[in-house]
């Protein structure tokens, strides 16, 4: 059996490593890389080759591979060209007016998206999700602290004392509990905000403050936050906006599985904020907790 990997035309991951390919060969398969396939992520072709793959032009991929392993969602080129029978396993999850299943369909192939697992304790050895997430909520700290125009601790100087930065998280899933593990090791007072009580002690925990905001569905579906009222939303939205413009850096990482991303931080509030505050937004995939946001 065939296991093989394109170059991903935008995103800079490749969907295996030597590590994971010397482990495939050694349980018999054979894996083809597109040549250059993991550059971009600091994987040259003789790093794979040395782990037992075989590089390969992407015409003879497309015709021979039994499994297709991707990052983001193939072309209609990359669908089109598989072979009969194939099976394509994607990280992110395909757009649902792309018509990428059709033409798996009607090509006889088959797609699964590892995006698309439930977030549960089960199916946690397989949740690329939470991985990516952690990351995100990271680089969301480094980011808005490379923008924000003074420091994140509180600095004492012989000129005087700058107090720290405040931030404010909205969402404390997995990306948003390591942005406030981030903010605070880089000496930031940090504030959090979820629609699950039960975070309130993780939060806490972290050694940020948890804003409450009563009346909220703490319901979750596989591991995400529930859509919540109308009524509780303009609730949420005013004591937050409180909360936003005493805030420096403000990140947002609220999202509804298969809805659009709930608006936190609306005109009245970006406009209520600090000159030179940074908001780091998240969920600008699924359409952004801000209401400027573009994806």
């Not at 890389?33 to 040259?44: K, V």
């Not at 979820?194 to 806490?204: F, G, I, L, N, P």
């Not at 409180?242 to 509804?256: G, K, L």
């Not at 908001?279 to 801000?290: E, M, Q, Y």
Request: charged fraction near 25%.
């Amino acid at each position: 059996m065939i296991i093989s990997v394109l170059k991903e035309s935008q995103d800079p991951r490749v969907a295996l490593i030597p590590k994971t390919v010397a482990k495939l060969v050694k349980e018999g398969y054979s894996v083809w890389m597109e040549s250059n396939a993991g550059a971009r992520a600091f994987f040259t072709d003789e790093a794979f080759q040395e782990a037992g793959a075989s590089v390969h032009s992407r015409a003879d991929i497309l015709k021979e591979s039994d499994i297709l392993l991707c990052i983001a969602p193939p072309d209609k080129e990359v669908a089109e060209g598989l072979k009969s029978g194939a099976i394509t396993i994607l990280v992110e999850s395909p757009d649902p007016n792309s018509g990428l299943a059709d033409t798996l369909t009607s090509n006889s192939t088959k797609g699964f998206s590892l995006y698309d697992l439930p977030r549960t304790t089960r199916a946690q050895a397989m949740d690329v999700l939470s991985s990516m997430a952690n990351i995100a909520g990271y680089r969301a700290v480094l980011i808005a602290a490379s923008h924000l125009p003074r420091y994140f601790p509180l600095l004492m100087t012989a000129a005087g004392t700058i107090p720290p930065a405040r931030v404010l998280v909205l969402g404390a899933g997995v990306a948003g509990l390591q942005a406030i593990a981030t903010a605070r090791r880089l000496g930031a007072r940090v504030e959090a905000f979820d629609v699950r009580a039960a975070t309130k002690e993780e939060v806490e925990s972290l050694g940020a403050k948890f804003v409450e905001v009563e009346g909220a569905d703490d319901n979750q579906t596989s591991g995400y936050a529930k859509e919540q009222s109308k009524e509780f939303l303009d609730r949420q939205r005013a004591v937050i906006r409180e909360h936003i413009a005493m805030a420096d850096v403000v990140i947002t990482t609220a999202q509804v599985r298969g809805r659009k991303a709930p608006i936190l931080v609306d005109e009245e509030a970006l406009g209520n904020m600090k000159s030179g505050a940074v908001i780091v937004d998240l969920a600008a995939s699924s359409g952004g907790n801000c209401v400027r946001t573009e994806d």
